[in-house]
């Protein structure tokens, strides 16, 4: 895993451990994770969704793994030869959830705004309903761009009211950084797959 001395010093340690707080409590995220109310929401169930994610011998981060509601299948969906990384800002649900998985991931524990990845490394990111969680979605949207290769791919699967009136100024600096390659909406949910710009010149 290429990750750059520049990030390290950048890294901010002394949050992730002094407890990062998210908008969503973790109950309810144990909540959304049953199939009856995802399917009411108009959310998909988890080996389903991992389709969104193009299959293949890639370096692959997943942002805000959480629990691991996506981990597995996502590991799988990638096949042989793939890495996943698994990354969130809490370090027993990090330990937790590499101890469950076994063999294939690597854990990391990050900041998904300021993220341990060489610039131009990772070849597809995954965040699933966790960019719209962190206290600056702007910030983490270009901090992607950032460690994505030209031509790199992005998954992400938004909670619409988490949003909070930002939907627009997001695809804006989506659409200024990336080209998308497929969409979906849902009554509480957009979906989107994209691709990273090519530099230019």
């Not at 990845?117 to 960019?131: I, N, P, V």
């Amino acid at each position: 895993m290429a990750i750059s001395g520049e990030t390290r010093k950048r890294h901010r340690e002394p949050a992730v451990a002094g407890g990062v707080r998210t908008r969503t409590p973790s109950w309810a995220y144990r909540l959304f994770s049953q199939p009856v109310l995802r399917a009411v929401l108009g959310w998909d169930f988890s080996a389903r969704d991992v389709r969104w994610v193009r299959p293949g011998p890639r370096l692959v981060a997943e942002i805000g793994a959480g629990g691991g509601f996506y981990s597995r299948q996502l590991r799988e969906r990638l096949g042989p030869g793939a890495r996943l990384v698994v990354v969130d800002p809490f370090p027993p649900a990090v330990a937790r959830l590499c101890a469950r998985l076994g063999q294939g991931p690597s854990g990391v524990v990050a900041d998904g705004l300021c993220l341990p990845f060489a610039s131009g490394s990772l070849e597809a990111l995954f965040y699933g309903y966790s960019l719209e969680e962190f206290a600056d979605p702007f910030a983490g949207l270009r901090e992607a761009a950032r460690v994505l290769r030209p031509g790199g791919q992005l998954v992400m699967f938004l909670w619409r009211p988490m949003l909070r009136g930002r939907r627009r100024a997001l695809l804006e600096l989506l659409d200024a950084n990336f080209v998308v390659d497929r969409v979906s909406t849902g009554p509480q949910n957009i979906r989107l797959a994209c691709h990273r710009r090519e530099a230019p010149g």
